[in-house]
């Protein structure tokens, strides 16, 4: 990966302010790209920009409404990297409607408008990647997880769809399935996992984060970086429509 070159793209890279998202925007812009660094913290976004020698754009992605009727315009971009997420953790019976339906939003409804306004341009050049960060729960659910986990497979049907309309144009579409990484989400969840569990928080990342997984470790943000990258680089112009899977073999069992 050392030799990936991205001088002249555009990448928008969304949740860009921290974790995954701003490991994949330093890990572009180092490779050359001019990284549109998106998050709803206009400052973490500005100060990640200012490191990969990109641009901060502060938006509200929950706010679908005015993504789709004009009111927010997205920047163009070569490579678009669909990151920004929430966690929330509660019973079926006990999950917040507005707390589903917003959690929808951001991490289905807003990728979906995200590809529809920068495909015509990467459609136009000829050229384009879009990188799906979805999760081992696109893949699998877990209790307690209804609207991620939700969120995170519909995600995985939208990318399958654009790799399949974008293929004609060299446009490829895949998702990123990282187990769980050492990101602030997954730190923010360890309480209530151990609230739900009955568990004490220093048993929560070995008895149940980990729980499914061999490699019984945290991942990085910076190796799903690695992972991203690879599907913006030559060698992976003929995946598409697929998962590169960084889960710690959660998914063999």
Same mark, same amino acid.
């Given at each position: ?68 009727? =004009?009111?927010?315009?997205? $920047?163009?971009?070569?490579?678009? &990297? ?17 707390? @589903?339906?917003? !959690? ?7 990728? @979906? ?8 341009? !990467? #459609? ?5 990647? &879009? ?11 877990? $209790? ?33 399935? $990282?187990? #769980? ?16 569990? =009955? ?21 990085? $943000? ?7 990258? #690879? ?23």
């Amino acid at each position: 990966m050392a030799d990936l070159e991205l001088s002249g793209r555009r990448a928008l890279v969304t949740g860009g302010g921290s974790g995954i998202g701003a490991a994949v925007a330093r890990r572009l812009g180092a490779a050359g790209a001019h990284v549109v660094v998106a998050d709803v913290d206009g400052d973490r976004a500005e100060a990640v920009a200012t490191e990969c020698g990109g641009e901060a754009w502060t938006v509200d992605l929950a706010d679908t409404a005015a993504l789709a009727g =004009g009111g927010t315009t997205v $920047p163009d971009a070569d490579i678009l &990297v669909n990151n920004a997420g929430i966690q929330h953790v509660a019973r079926l019976e006990e999950f917040p409607p507005e707390r @589903f339906a917003f !959690m929808l939003r951001l991490m289905l409804e807003a990728p @979906f408008l995200l590809i529809r306004a920068v495909l015509p341009g !990467m #459609y136009q050049r000829g050229w384009g990647r &879009v990188v799906n960060v979805s999760s081992a729960h696109g893949l699998r659910a877990s $209790p307690y997880k209804a609207a991620y986990v939700a969120a995170k497979h519909g995600l995985e049907g939208l990318s399958k769809v654009t790799a399949l309309e974008g293929a004609a144009h060299g446009v490829t579409s895949n998702c990123v399935n $990282p187990g #769980y990484v050492r990101t602030p989400l997954v730190e923010a969840q360890i309480a209530d996992q151990a609230r739900v569990h =009955g568990l004490p928080q220093d048993q929560v990342v070995n008895d149940v984060l980990l729980a499914n997984e061999a490699v019984k470790r945290l991942i990085e $943000p910076e190796e799903v970086a690695e992972a991203v990258a #690879y599907l913006c680089g030559p060698a992976a112009q003929s995946i598409t429509g697929t998962d590169l899977v960084l889960d710690g073999g959660w998914s063999a069992r």
